[in-house]
Each structure stands twice: as structure tokens, then as C-alpha cells.
């Protein structure tokens, strides 16, 4: 069975490689700063570490105020996953740090995300519009979007 | 002597082709006939599947889930059932979770041959491995249709167990077709895998790493086929499948040969689990009453199967409504399309339409 | 030896015909060249409407065997069995619009067609259907009749490139330019496989060719016969060898353009093709019209050519596609090899026989020595054949057991 490592957990292995980059956790998942993620990721993803080698997949979900993003993290070697969420504060142009340059499986993810949700992902190689075509107005999968 | 100018010429696979395997296209550069650049452009056939389940009740969403990989629409519905059942905490009845193994098992069977037929047919075997497989396919077909009345978007499963019992001539059927499937298969094998022209086109073609396959997050038969013995079904046992004994075949270098063959040797370890299964069964009630409208405590929950195509997963927040706050899929056949520009670089452009095709994508899939 | 029967269709007997004819109406013998432009096109006219009523019933039987190969069954609409659908086929054709593309370069474009199907119509003056009299060809024994057909079938090559370019289209020049690569390749193996018919024959014609042939020379240089019929579907761009216009690929290849009655001639002369083909190996390779005395001899002829026909149908309907760099190296690696192999192989046996005084007397050799090259040729082929597929590139086929990649673990974890 795959073990789940709950946020708790994974705050504390962070904070041993890296201070306060953890904003808070609890049960289910890890809040980690917006700042830091793409520090915190290379971490997580260390071989001789924790080695989180497969994400598994990256979600964006609309509260209200805020945005918040998810990461779902699997270590194939020691069958573990693991939850980290960052939360994106304000509605007009959110952004936050790529991480394709540490899992080439965030490349068409995070076009998706750019695509349907609106929050810009620096340093990523190619944000283009992935499933809907270039020059549509709007983020559909907003809570405010009106189609 | 002055060289002559070449220049590389950018052509577009259309959407409209007989073998990109539904609207997808790709823009390709070649130079001479080597591929230099690939660019994929998708999005034909998006539906809005993920804000339409905002506004649909728990049930009906499995209807929206079943035309998302049409091809294999038992195993969408398992994995969305087990994420509503996770979060609102429902248990699943012993023969239900019989009957769903063996469901997802024959429409895994059905979703490969229909995998591997189409990757023959694009080598250019004019249609006939492309008829023989459909052919077994059909039977299997005729399976959904006792079971519940549909073909190919089945609406099976339910939050709770499935929607009805498996018929009585539903069991000598199946026993039917478990002792004539392995038969076909040595069959096919017999015509296919020793042929000299599959082979030279298909050995060490469109190779793919284990790092590289890790960490672009593929799943499925292509991972495995890049020898990562990684499978949902034994790393994170659900349903029974912790009470079956089955192999977990993988390839050896990640060529369009290894998915090829894992894939046909899945089918094999189907059967056996589809044999298995009908040993233990035992009579008893297929479906927990929940109330009409379900509705989860607040919170959020993952939970993913091992589909034909590789890991299908939900992630649904739950607010206390009727609908989820936020139904996000991870679909597997989108993300087995992130190293496709490192798989095709470098290759022929007789290779480019079985390297696509071995990666086994349905758009439905791709674009939800 | 069969008796000749009585009135034999070709364009000597014809032409003598059209000659009584023309003295007894009275004009003088000035006029004897009339006698030969008559017979040349009323044969002509005869011969084109064979071949183009044979095609189409080539296409119905085509579509229905690979129909049954496919466990389902082929057309079967239009008439019984479906034997009226070539005619369908063709009046759709006729009746579609004939389209020709803005920037297309017209005239190449429309002489594109004509090209490719006049060479594979030309092949028929030379073939000898009867019993194996001196002057049994349909139009003419030329007495250069295999170059005669070399030369005529390279014209292909160059039809096909003008149909690509013509097209000004990206897919139909792709697929033009490897067309015309893969067929120039591929009239080198097509040559040495005749050659090694003609040390034997020591002619060029056709009816000196089957004369010759007093054992098959399928049996006596099997080798010659599987690089003449592999050269020659590949001239055909028949499956395994259709790269060129592979449907599941870019688009149609060098087709794409071509609508109405130019893409029926085209198809048509897609379709002639295994049929002159099978008539040219006939001729090199079956013993022509030679056969038992209870048929005559243009029967035997006939049942040959079905047999050939349907093998090129079987493979056809079986085999996948080679892609166009492995049909490259296998005509000049393995058909090369293999052509001028055979070649030497028979020439030496050619020189023994003369050494050991074999020979007839016009210098070919007799029926017993060609019993035992037959046998030592078979048993060199069969060798040759083994050593090719288990020896040369199996290692590269060998697949080691998979070894788990040491990434993932699925056994550890919490449980």
C-alpha cells in the first residue's frame, strides 16, 4: 500500500533542509510559501532525499479570495505521496514559479492551468492556450467566469 | 562547387487524418525526411468536462466521466466512484467489488486490442489485424451489453456499488469467452509478434528512458514499457485486487516493440484475473443505499486506478453540496503526450504515426 | 510438340487478313502498308479494351478476397456478388469534377497520368500468349522483347514524379521524390533477375525465352525468381513496398490532387500493373504457355497468371509496410546481393556445362543438365535463405529478459 505522508510530516522534513518556508500544515496537506516553492520542490525532489521523483499532478482550485494550487507528489522508490498546496492571493494576474525545469511533468499541466484557471507561471517554456484556441477572452473554470 | 540550400519545411498533420486517433494535430518540421520539431495542438474536442461537474449532482457526473475516455469508459467510472465513496466515506459491498474488477479487467482487454489493432493498421497491414481484434472485441462488447445495456459509454458503476446485477447467462458467457481468449491471443501473437516487418519497424524505434519516463510523469503500459515496474493494481492495492495473483509485465527499453508487447501481455494477466474473480464470488447485494442527492462532509480527497491507458485520477473538493466544489482529472493520455517532441526527434517520418499510435492517446481523454 | 490451332490472333495473321482483303479489292501492292496500319490498330483496340476489362475485374476480385482475408465479405451491392462494382467505381469517377489545382503546372500535370499508364498498356505488344510457335506474340515478337519491357517500365518512374510535382502540393511531392528514388533503385535487381534468364536463353524475345524453357525456370534458379518477383512489386508500389502512397500517412501521396478521370487512369494503371507483371513472369519464369495437351495453350498461360496474381494478392492484403530507408537497403544490399549471386552462380554452371559438352547443338543447354542445376540451385537457395534469416541482423532482434528499473518499488511502503 502506498504509504500517505501527511502534511505534518512533510512540513517537518522540509523545515529540517529549509526555515519557514512552511506557512502551516495540517492532516491532508503541507501550505508552503509562494516564494519558496521552487526551492521547496527541489528538495522534495532530491535523489538522496526524500526523492519524490513522479508528480503526479498539479490542480488549481478558485476560493473565492483566493487561489490555491496543488501538488500531488509520488515517490516510486518508497512508495510514498505526499500533498503540497500553495495559495495565490488576489484575482488579477496570479503568478507563481514554474517548476517544469524540475518535472518535465508539469510542462502541458501547468499550460492547462495557465488556460483554463489564468495564473501565470514564470519561467515556464511555453504558456500558450493548450485546450482552448489562442485568442479566447476569458478563464473558464473560474468561479466568476460567465460564458 | 557551391552546396546546394536546404531548407527544413514545416508540415501540419491535421486535424482531420486517418491516423492521429481522433482531432489532433501536430506540426512538424522535417529536414529531408528526419523529424526536427514537434509541436502538438490539441484542445478539438474540449468539453468543458470539469465546470460542467460543478454544476451536476454526484450521480449524474458519471455519465459526463463514461464519454471521457470512450474507449475504456468502466475504468473512468471506478475511478470517480472511489473518489465519491472516499470523501463521503460509502462503503462498497463485496460482490460489487467483484463485479468491478471484473468489468474493468474485460474493458482493459477491450481497450488494448483495440490499441493494438489500430498500431498494426498504422504499419500499413492494410485493416486485417485491425478486423481480427475488433472481431474478439465484439464479444466482449456484447458482455457490457447484458450487463447494462450499452456499449461503449456504459454508466455502470454508482457511488455505493453498481447499478445492477450481472444476469444469470452474463456468467456462461464469460466462462466462454475466458477459455477461447487465450487462444486468440497465441493466435495473434503467431501472426504478429515473430513477422519480420513489425519487427524491423517497430525494434528500437521511438525509444523512451526509465528517468526520462519518470519524470515526465507517464503511466501506464508506456512507463512499463520502459522498464519501471510501477502498477496501481500492486502498489496501492483497492477493490480485491490484493486477494488475485497476477505479473506485472514490462519491457526492456522503451520502444515501440516493449509497448507493443507489455500491452499484449496485459491482456494475458486479465484474463487470469478475470478467471480468479469468478472463482470467489460469492452471492450477496451489489449496491449500498445512499440518499438521492449525496451529499460528502467539507474536504477534499485523491484517489486514482490504473487504467488501460495509465493512472486515472480524481482530485474533488467537497463544500457539503450536491455537486463538488472542484472535480479536477488527471488523465492520463495528456500526460503521456509531455515527452512526445523527445520521442519523435531525431526519427523518420515513417515512424511518426506508430510512435503516436503506440503511445495509445483517446482525445476524449486529452482535451475532457 | 502441340499442334498450332488454326486461326491465332495477332497482328501477322491479322495483317495477312487485312491484306487478301485490300488485293481482292482490287487496290494494287502499293497500298500493302494500309493492310499493316488496319491490322496494328484493330489489334491495339482489341488489346486495350482487354486489359482495361480485366483490370476491373481485377479490382472486384481484389476487394472481395481481401474481403474474406478479413473474415467479412467484399462488395457485394451492385449486381451479384458484386460484380458490377468496377463500373460503379468508374461512373463515379467520370461523373466527378475534374479539378485541377491553381498553382498546379497543367501540363505535366494532366500528362501525368497518360504517362504512367501507357507504358504498363505497351507491355502487352510483346507477351507470348499461345502455344509456343515463332510468331505467337499479340502485337509482335520483337526479337529485343525484355528490353523491350525494361526499358518501357522505367518510363513509371518518371510519370510518377510528374504526377507529384504537377500536383504542387507538399504531401504529393514527398511522396513523388521517395516514389521516384525507390523505383529507380529498383530496376537494378528487376535487371539482374532477367539477366539470369537470358545467359540461359541466349535471346532477348520473348518466344525464344519460353522455347528455351525445357524444365521451369522457377525450378532451375529460384533466386532469380525471388529477385525478379521482389523487384517487381516493388515497381508496382505494391504492399510491402507502398510507402509511397501510404494511406495512413500523409494524406495520398502523389495522388492527393488528382480527381474524375485522371485519378481513374491513375488508379487503373496502379491496378494493370500486377497483371502485366504477372504476365512478364509467366513468360521468364512458368514456361509461358507450356502445359498439358488437354488445354491449349493460352488457358495455361492464364491459369498461371491467376496463380501469381493471387499471390501478389496475399501479400498485399497480410504484410505491413516497410518504411522507405529499409526499402532502400533491401533492394541495394540484399537484392543486389542476391541478383548478381544468382548471376554467377548460373554462369558457372553455364561454363561447366560447355566445358563437359552439355550443349545442344544451337549452344543451350539439354534438359538432364538443367535437372541437376535445378536441384543444386534449390539446395544454395535454401541455404542462402537460412543463413540470411538467422545469421544476418537476427542479433539486433533478440530481446534479453526485462530487468526492473531500480526507480520504483512497489513492494515497500506503509501498508
Known amino acids: 500500500m502506498t504509504k500517505i505522508i501527511s502534511g505534518d510530516e512533510i512540513s517537518k522534513s522540509i523545515n529540517n533542509a529549509l526555515n519557514d518556508a512552511v506557512l502551516y500544515s495540517d492532516e491532508t496537506a503541507a501550505w508552503v510559501s509562494l516564494e519558496k516553492i521552487h526551492e521547496v520542490c527541489e528538495i522534495l525532489k532530491n535523489p538522496d532525499g526524500l526523492d519524490y521523483s513522479f508528480l503526479t499532478a498539479i490542480s488549481a482550485v478558485d476560493y473565492i479570495e483566493y487561489f490555491e494550487i496543488v501538488y500531488h507528489l509520488s515517490s516510486l522508490r518508497n512508495n510514498q505521496s505526499c500533498v503540497i498546496k500553495v495559495k495565490c492571493n488576489g484575482r488579477e494576474n496570479p503568478s507563481i514559479e514554474s517548476v517544469t525545469d524540475i518535472w518535465q511533468a508539469a510542462d502541458l499541466q501547468e499550460r492547462e492551468i495557465w488556460d483554463l484557471m489564468g495564473i501565470e507561471f514564470k519561467n515556464h517554456p511555453n504558456l500558450k492556450r493548450i485546450l482552448l484556441w489562442e485568442g479566447f477572452d476569458g478563464h473558464p473554470l473560474r468561479k466568476d467566469f460567465i460564458g | 562547387m557551391s552546396t546546394i540550400r536546404t531548407e527544413p519545411v514545416t508540415i501540419n498533420l491535421g486535424p482531420q487524418h486517418p491516423s492521429t486517433h481522433g482531432v489532433f494535430r501536430l506540426r512538424v518540421t522535417f529536414d529531408g525526411e528526419e523529424i526536427i520539431d514537434v509541436e502538438p495542438v490539441f484542445g478539438y474536442l474540449h468539453r468543458g468536462t470539469e465546470k460542467l461537474a460543478e454544476s451536476r449532482n454526484y450521480v449524474q457526473i458519471v455519465t459526463l466521466t463514461d464519454r471521457m475516455d470512450y474507449v475504456a469508459s468502466m475504468s473512468n467510472n471506478l475511478a470517480y466512484v472511489r473518489t465519491v465513496e472516499k470523501l463521503a466515506d460509502i462503503d462498497v459491498p463485496e460482490r460489487a467489488q467483484y463485479i468491478r474488477v471484473i468489468s474493468v479487467e474485460l474493458q482493459r482487454i477491450a481497450s488494448h486490442l483495440m490499441a493494438t489493432g489500430f498500431l498494426l493498421n498504422d504499419l500499413g497491414a492494410l485493416a486485417t489485424p485491425l478486423v481480427y481484434c475488433f472481431r474478439e472485441r465484439e464479444r466482449i462488447l456484447d458482455l457490457f451489453e447484458m450487463l447494462c445495456g450499452a456499449r461503449i459509454t456504459l454508466s455502470y458503476m454508482r457511488p455505493g456499488g453498481v447499478f445492477q446485477d450481472a444476469p444469470a447467462d452474463f456468467w456462461n458467457s464469460l466462462n466462454v469467452l475466458i477459455s477461447d481468449f487465450p487462444n486468440y491471443l497465441d493466435e495473434l501473437e503467431s501472426l504478429i509478434t515473430t513477422n519480420e516487418i513489425v519487427l524491423a519497424r517497430t525494434i528500437g524505434v521511438g525509444l523512451l528512458s526509465d528517468t526520462q519516463a519518470v519524470d515526465s510523469g507517464v503511466s501506464g503500459p508506456v512507463l512499463r514499457a520502459a522498464s519501471v515496474k510501477w502498477d496501481l493494481r500492486k502498489a496501492n492495492p483497492y477493490e480485491i485486487y490484493d486477494r488475485v495473483n497476477f505479473d506485472i509485465p514490462i519491457g526492456n527499453s522503451g520502444d515501440t516493440y516493449d509497448r507493443y508487447y507489455v500491452r499484449l501481455q496485459e491482456m494475458r494477466e486479465s484474463i487470469k484475473i478475470i478467471s480468479q474473480c469468478i472463482e470467489q464470488i460469492e452471492p450477496g447485494p451489489v449496491r449500498t443505499e445512499t440518499p438521492f442527492f449525496i451529499r460528502p462532509p467539507v474536504g477534499e480527497t485523491y484517489s486514482s486506478v490504473e487504467g488501460p491507458k495509465g493512472e486515472l485520477g480524481f482530485y474533488m473538493v467537497s463544500d457539503g453540496g450536491i455537486s463538488p466544489y472542484r472535480c479536477k482529472v488527471r488523465a492520463p493520455s495528456f500526460i503521456n503526450l509531455t515527452p512526445l517532441k523527445d520521442m519523435l526527434t531525431g526519427w523518420k517520418m515513417g515512424d511518426l504515426i506508430i510512435i503516436l499510435g503506440s503511445i495509445d492517446i483517446v482525445l476524449g481523454e486529452v482535451d475532457r | ?415
Open chain 3, 1 to 415: 510438340m502441340t499442334p498450332t490451332p488454326a486461326f491465332f490472333i495477332s497482328f501477322y495473321t491479322l495483317r495477312d487478313l487485312f491484306d487478301n482483303l485490300i488485293q481482292s479489292l482490287g487496290f494494287g501492292a502499293s497500298f500493302g502498308w494500309m493492310a499493316g496500319l488496319l491490322a496494328g490498330i484493330s489489334i491495339s483496340f482489341l488489346i486495350i479494351n482487354v486489359m482495361v476489362m480485366s483490370t476491373a475485374f481485377y479490382t472486384w476480385f481484389e476487394r472481395r478476397m481481401i474481403g474474406r482475408f478479413q473474415v467479412r465479405r467484399g462488395p457485394n451491392r451492385n449486381g451479384p456478388f458484386g460484380i458490377l462494382q468496377p463500373f460503379a467505381d468508374v461512373l463515379k469517377l467520370i461523373m466527378k469534377e475534374d479539378t485541377i489545382p491553381d498553382a498546379a503546372d497543367k501540363p505535366v500535370f494532366t500528362l501525368a497520368p497518360i504517362a504512367l499508364l501507357a507504358p504498363t498498356l505497351m507491355i502487352m505488344i510483346v507477351i507470348p500468349f499461345g502455344t509456343y510457335a515463332s510468331d505467337q506474340a499479340f502485337l509482335s515478337n520483337l526479337n529485343i522483347g525484355i528490353l523491350f519491357i525494361v526499358g518501357v517500365t522505367s518510363v513509371n518512374s518518371i510519370a510518377i514524379f510528374m504526377a507529384g510535382w504537377g500536383s504542387r502540393n507538399k504531401y504529393a511531392i514527398l511522396g513523388s521524390m521517395r516514389g521516384a528514388a525507390m523505383l529507380i533503385s529498383y530496376e537494378i535487381p528487376m535487371a539482374l533477375g532477367i539477366t539470369s534468364v537470358l545467359l540461359l536463353s541466349g535471346s532477348l524475345a520473348m518466344t525464344q525465352i519460353v522455347q528455351s524453357q525445357s524444365i521451369w525456370f522457377i525450378l532451375v534458379m529460384p533466386m532469380g525468381f525471388f529477385v525478379f518477383m521482389a523487384a517487381s512489386t516493388a515497381e508496382m508500389s505494391r504492399t510491402p513496398f507502398d510507402q509511397i502512397e501510404a494511406e495512413s500517412e500523409l494524406g495520398s501521396g502523389y495522388n492527393t490532387e488528382y480527381s474524375g478521370i485522371k485519378f481513374a487512369v491513375l488508379f487503373l494503371a496502379e491496378f494493370m500493373a500486377p497483371i502485366v507483371t504477372a504476365a512478364v513472369v509467366t513468360t521468364l519464369f512458368l514456361g509461358g504457355s507450356q502445359g498439358f495437351d488437354f488445354l491449349p495453350g493460352g488457358i495455361w498461360f492464364a491459369i498461371k497468371m491467376f496463380v501469381l496474381i493471387f499471390l501478389l494478392l496475399w501479400v498485399r492484403s497480410t504484410w505491413p509496410r516497410l518504411r522507405i530507408d529499409q526499402i532502400m537497403g533491401f533492394a541495394w544490399k540484399i537484392l543486389f546481393g542476391l541478383g548478381l549471386f544468382n548471376i554467377f552462380l548460373v554462369a558457372v554452371e553455364f561454363m561447366v556445362a560447355v566445358e563437359l559438352g552439355h550443349t545442344k547443338d544451337d549452344g543451350s543447354l539439354t534438359t538432364e543438365y538443367m535437372l541437376i542445376m535445378a536441384a543444386v540451385n534449390w539446395m544454395v537457395t535454401i541455404i542462402a535463405f537460412v543463413i540470411l534469416a538467422n545469421f544476418v541482423g537476427k542479433k539486433k532482434y533478440h530481446r534479453p529478459e526485462p530487468t526492473a528499473s531500480p526507480l520504483a518499488n512497489m513492494g515497500i511502503g506503509g501498508d
